[in-house]
């Protein structure tokens, strides 16, 4: 930092001294020339000898110019290295002033480096695969049916595979999970199926073994696998005999064909294992997989989602139910990249912004603090200039003392940084995209050291600049304690308000987030998630190949937990709520069904008798699945309220009759025997989303992964043990894997919004302490300045009160003015936190309100101590302050 900071002197210096000392160099070189020849021309040498002499001796000029160069360098750096020395000096003589700025910059440079650090971690930092930036995903939209975003089918992909032009290569995924059996335990996996090009697709081949090959993405070849770093490590002990074993995963043996390097986790971060596809080009339906592709040179995601959706719009054209002309279905196309981070961006950019606004509050702080430094320092700028400093030479002393602290700043900010880093990657924030990737790299320290230099400058030219306009007469003959002059006082007081606007825009913020989150934590999510405890369960294997076997299994579990002691209900689920897994598909309720191929969506949820009261969900009217409802017997249905009332305003659904799918025989209408109340299913901000229940006895083949949902007397996490040897007890090849609280997953999804108000908090926190710091020193100073005015008001007659209120009332004038600029800025600035709000008016009249209450309190604290200290001026010692 040191060496960087005397290069960057040197060049500043050189800036202002390199033209007069190129001039000076020529005429020296010049005249030194012309009496070498004059010179030879007396010894009688001709003049064609004369100055071929005379260009020999040039040699030795230009030897002599390079050294004078040289030693003028050296001058240069040694008057800027004295400058150092001398700031150094200045600033170890005042510790206080120093360690307070000095920590005032680290809290600013460090907050700064470890947000950029975030930012460059998860949207800056390109994704590790090659050429990142020519890599899009693909996926269908058509918003006026309510499928924003909507995956693609085997049949769509294979198509636009063959007729894309824009594409260079392109696969599909889709994820599930798999269970690895024939271990010493069973072993639940995440599992990626892809087409055979996915690797080759991202550029990224495997670390051990072989990708994919063509002839592999054809039913019944599909029997191979590769399996992720973290997996192969921990459970294979990073054996590299592990290519060409086989591991039976679904019940079906698969061979090991290679092993990803490590910190490759595409398309999700807890894959373990990639399958082939299998891909059937003629399964029209099925729409869960999404495209990704590597664009041709040259092309734009923009031309590709151009050619994609006339594509798509060619293969709708030529359904049984085209959609209407008009309608705004089209293929998606975006980078990869903004699919991997786009949930993180708004959050990252609003914290961002948040972090520059408190390392501009900090630097109005340390420039109030060396505008007064310079006051008391007049004497002395003084007299340097009397002893033939110029007024330039006073700038780049102050200067170079600013970028001191600047410097000093800067470490302990890295320090700061680093910690925080440290801190947030102990945090539980599965949901934020590339955390792991986190870390203060070579760019978060070089924009440190830029942030640094940025604002040593910028905290440094007020007070620099105000030192260069000392009057000489005037600073020789005022004494130390000299007030400031009518200019500084005014810069003081504008720098004030400024940290008084940015304060409450931040603290505006920060409310209005606040707010948001106490707004989200008192909605209801539909159950009762306290003394609740989740787990998941699959089935695979030729066991239970058959439905009725998978029923047994499922109906004699839930006896058994249901008779373990501290048990009160137990249900099962295909999905439970707040995870953002489960099956959507379309539904048609009888007598409202609508022409062509599209129809509303609902979530599908397979369940068996008891989940509603395991999970605490009301059943408003009818009545719960019970073991009659079974595969020969009449199809039944039970809504949420939300369905219900979208189709009969009372909510009252039950004898009317609804399907799903595409299927629309007489066998798909099922009776609705029951109305459930609402439940959040993605999340407790988003909108209800309608909800059909189906009986599992009726759709066994579609539950072969079920959610267990246990309600305890007391802690749940301690009936964990006891379930499982219930499940071994039933069938030691059964996984049993992600085990929750429903309490933890509630707090799960709520991460995102919890580190955002905590770290925007934060900040506004520290925002508030500078600016009530700042508005005190100015105060305090002012009051230091004025004492001598003080004691004739009250010699004259003044009542200490009446100082008081003078005091206080022009310090409030700088806060309200700072304020009123403040909520404008705030009414403009929170309306990039639309999106993160929830129930809450960027522009809530509660929330500006209590700010400003806030900062007002803050302000008029800081103004009144040093106007009480003012009413206790003793006169006499007044009169004699000069």
Avoid at 233 to 261: A, K, T, W, Y
Avoid at 566 to 573: D, E, K, N, P, Q
Wanted: glycine letters at 10%.
């Amino acid at each position: 930092m040191m060496r960087w900071l005397r290069a960057m002197l040197m060049r500043l210096s050189a800036l202002f001294r390199k033209e007069r000392g190129d001039r000076e160099l020529a005429e020296e070189i010049e005249s030194n020339l012309q009496l070498h020849i004059e010179e030879n021309l007396r010894r009688g040498l001709t003049a064609e000898e004369a100055r071929r002499q005379a260009l020999i001796k040039l040699g030795r000029v230009e030897q002599t110019k390079e050294l004078y160069r040289e030693r003028y360098r050296l001058r240069i750096v040694e008057t800027l290295w004295q400058d150092v020395r001398f700031g150094a000096r200045m600033l170890r003589k005042s510790p206080g002033f120093t360690v307070v700025a000095v920590l005032t910059l680290a809290l600013g440079i460090g907050a700064n480096t470890a947000m950029f650090s975030l930012a460059d971690g998860i949207l800056l930092r390109p994704l590790p695969y090659a050429e990142p930036e020519r890599l899009v995903v693909f996926l269908q939209s058509y918003p006026s049916v309510g499928l924003t975003r909507w995956g693609i089918s085997q049949f769509l992909f294979a198509q636009f595979r063959e007729q894309t032009r824009s594409f260079e290569r392109s696969a599909a995924h889709s994820s599930a999970g798999i269970n690895l059996t024939g271990l010493d335990e069973p072993l639940r996996l995440q599992a990626a199926y892809v087409t055979a090009a996915f690797f080759e697709v991202l550029g990224v081949p495997p670390a051990l073994g072989r990708a994919f090959r063509p002839e592999e993405d054809v039913p019944g070849k599909n029997i191979v696998c590769i399996l992720s770093d973290r997996l192969w490590r921990g459970r294979f002990g990073g054996d590299p005999g592990i290519v060409g074993r086989s591991l039976l995963l679904d019940g079906q043996p698969r061979e090991v064909v290679g092993v990803m390097p490590p910190g490759f986790q595409y398309p999700r971060i807890e894959t373990d294992i990639w399958i082939p596809l299998g891909l059937n080009p003629q399964r029209r339906f099925g729409f869960m997989f999404t495209g990704i592709a590597r664009l041709k040179p040259g092309v734009t995601a923009a031309q590709a989602e151009a050619e994609t959706t006339g594509i798509q719009w060619n293969l709708a054209r030529q359904s049984d139910n085209p959609p209407p002309a008009g309608a705004d279905m089209k293929m998606m196309v975006r980078p990869l990249h903004t699919a991997v981070t786009q949930s993180a961006r708004t959050p990252l950019l609003v914290l961002l912004g948040a972090v520059g606004l408190v390392l501009l509050i900090a630097c109005a702080n340390i420039a109030n603090l060396l505008l007064a430094r310079v006051t008391a320092r007049r004497r002395e700028i003084a007299l340097r200039i009397a002893l033939g400093a110029s007024p330039l030479r006073i700038v780049v002393q102050l200067l170079t003392e600013s970028l001191l602290l600047a410097a000093m700043g800067a470490l302990a900010g890295v320090l700061l940084a680093n910690w925080l880093v440290a801190l947030i990657g102990r945090l539980p924030l599965e949901g934020i995209p590339r955390i792991t990737e986190v870390g203060v790299s070579t760019a978060a320290l070089a924009f440190t050291a830029a942030l640094a230099l940025l604002t040593g400058i910028l905290f440094g030219v007020a007070p620099a600049f105000r030192a260069r306009r000392i009057s000489l007469s005037a600073g020789l003959h005022e004494g130390i304690r000299s007030t400031a002059s009518a200019s500084s006082r005014g810069t003081s007081r504008f720098l004030v308000a400024a940290q008084v606007a940015l304060s409450l825009v931040l603290l505006v913020g920060a409310g209005l987030l606040l707010k948001s989150f106490a707004h989200l934590l008192a909605v209801n999510p539909g159950f009762q998630p306290e003394n609740l405890l989740t787990m998941r369960l699959s089935l695979s294997g030729e066991r239970y190949a058959e439905p009725e076997p998978m029923a047994q299994f499922y109906e004699s579990l839930l006896e058994r937990v249901r008779s373990l002691p501290g048990v009160r209900a137990a249900g099962l689920i295909t999905a439970l709520p707040i995870r953002p897994d489960g099956w959507a598909d379309g539904y048609a309720v009888e007598g409202h069904e609508r022409p062509g191929p599209v129809q509303p969506n609902a979530m599908i949820r397979v369940v068996l008798p008891g989940y509603f009261q395991a999970l605490g969900i009301p059943l408003l009217r009818g009545r719960d699945f019970s073991s009659a409802d079974r595969g020969d017997s009449e199809p039944v249905a039970i809504v949420d309220e939300t369905l219900a009332r979208l189709y009969w305003p009372d909510g009252n659904a039950l004898g009317k009759r609804i399907r799903f799918g595409w299927d629309t025989s007489e066998r798909a209408w099922m009776t609705i025997v029951g109305v459930a109340g609402n439940v959040k299913h993605s999340g407790l901000a988003a909108a209800g989303y309608p909800h059909l229940y189906l009986s599992h006895r009726q759709r066994e083949g579609r539950a072969d992964a079920m959610y267990l949902a246990v309600r305890t007397t007391s802690d749940p996490a301690a009936a964990t043990a006891g379930i499982r040897e219930q499940v071994r007890a039933l069938d030691a090849n059964v996984p049993v894997f992600a085990v929750r609280t429903m309490s933890g997953l509630v707090a799960e999804s709520l991460n995102s919004q919890r580190l955002t108000n905590l770290l925007l908090g934060a900040f506004a926190a520290t925002a508030l302490l500078l600016a009530g710091v700042g508005i005190y020193g100015v105060m305090s100073l002012s009051v230091t300045g004025r004492t001598q005015e003080f004691g004739i008001r009250i010699a004259l007659g003044a009542q200490r009160g009446d100082v008081l209120r003078l005091v206080v009332t022009q310090g409030m004038k700088i806060v309200a003015a700072g304020a009123v600029v403040g909520v404008l800025g705030a009414l403009g600035a929170t309306r990039f936190l639309q999106t993160l709000l929830f129930e809450v008016s960027p522009a809530d009249p509660v929330t500006f309100a209590a700010v400003a209450a806030i900062l007002g309190g803050a302000a008029f604290a800081a103004c009144w101590i040093p106007a009480r200290r003012a009413t206790k001026v003793d006169p006499m010692v007044a009169l004699r302050y000069e």
